[in-house]
């Protein structure tokens, strides 16, 4: 395949570091979840319950929360198999993938938390209060970290299922076709990634958004009264809403995450 072919074909002279990994994907979070969060807050307001709303409010929560979360969960996925997304891997360390994007999952979740609560309660809370106040109001009652458990347990299962299977989907697509353009195997992939981490994530979604704004003793405990008073279609509630905005996002995140890596691989090579 010519280097004409595909707007993403870097030399394959530099490995990107860990800080190139940091900052793309922070760049990518901030971009996808700007682009995404209407569609967000939908499905945060029909996981709580909550009337329609011609408003979108969280949206600097949200971006903050995404540059953090994004940075630290695919930096430390980078340390984890190796750096570079280019580079072929064994059909033996596909585990590895998935081991890592839940790892990942739990740096980002703990690294970004509170900015997550901000953005719910300011979702949730009909008065629309200032996030000074929302700050001051969790750091008062000590709740910066509520409903962490519930949040890292979802995450874990979401990360696991996107980035792993990012990955796996992209080998296994240009395995099959070695001369398809880099970039349709990048959108296939994430298309197929954004599919399974809803799937799986949706249920742990939903508990880990009740137990931000309810009362329970921990995720089995919500998802067992959810289940019993509710109906087990409501612990998909918002999967819809998940899929509009976890299909775009993954997309989204996942082409400028290699688009922002490809630019630090042109400005490193030609410097040297």
């Known amino acids: 395949m010519s280097s004409s072919s595909s707007s993403i074909s870097p030399p394959p002279s530099y490995s990107p570091r860990s800080i190139d990994h ?8 901030i971009i996808a979840g700007g682009a995404t969060h209407p569609l967000d807050v939908i499905r945060l307001r029909q996981q709580l319950r909550a009337g329609w709303q011609w408003r979108y409010p969280g949206l600097c929560a949200a971006l903050m929360k995404e540059a953090i979360f994004s940075a630290g ?3 430390f996925y980078q340390m984890c198999t ?3 997304q280019r ?5 033996g360390d596909s585990a590895i993938r998935f081991a890592a994007g839940g790892a990942a999952g739990v740096v980002g979740t703990v690294l970004s938390h509170p900015l997550e609560l901000m953005k719910v309660v300011k979702v949730a809370s009909p008065s629309n209060p200032s996030y000074i106040r929302i700050f001051r109001n ?8 509520r409903a962490l458990l519930p949040a890292v347990q979802r995450s874990v299962v979401f990360s696991a299922a996107q980035l792993g299977s990012y990955d796996v ?3 296994k697509v240009r395995a099959m076709d070695p001369e398809l353009d880099y970039r349709y195997a990048v959108l296939l992939s994430a298309w197929l990634a954004g599919i399974a981490s809803t799937i799986l994530s949706t249920p742990l979604d939903v508990a880990k958004t009740r137990l931000i704004v309810s009362d329970f003793r921990g995720t089995y405990d919500c998802l067992r009264c959810i289940a ?3 109906g087990v279609r409501y612990l998909w509630k918002g999967a819809t809403a998940t899929w509009l905005r976890l299909g775009p996002y993954t997309l989204v ?20």
């Open 73 to 75: 969960r695919i930096g």
């Open 87 to 91: 580079r072929s891997f064994a059909r």
């Open 138 to 145: 969790l750091f008062r009652q000590q709740d910066l970290f």
């Open 22 to 29: 940091m900052l793309s994907g922070a760049c990518a979070g």
């Open 228 to 230: 019993q008073y509710e």
């Open 169 to 171: 989907c992209k080998r």
């Open 253 to 272: 995140q996942m082409l400028v995450w290699e688009a922002s890596l490809e630019s630090i691989r042109r400005q490193r090579t030609s410097s040297v």
């Open 82 to 84: 190796g750096g570079d």
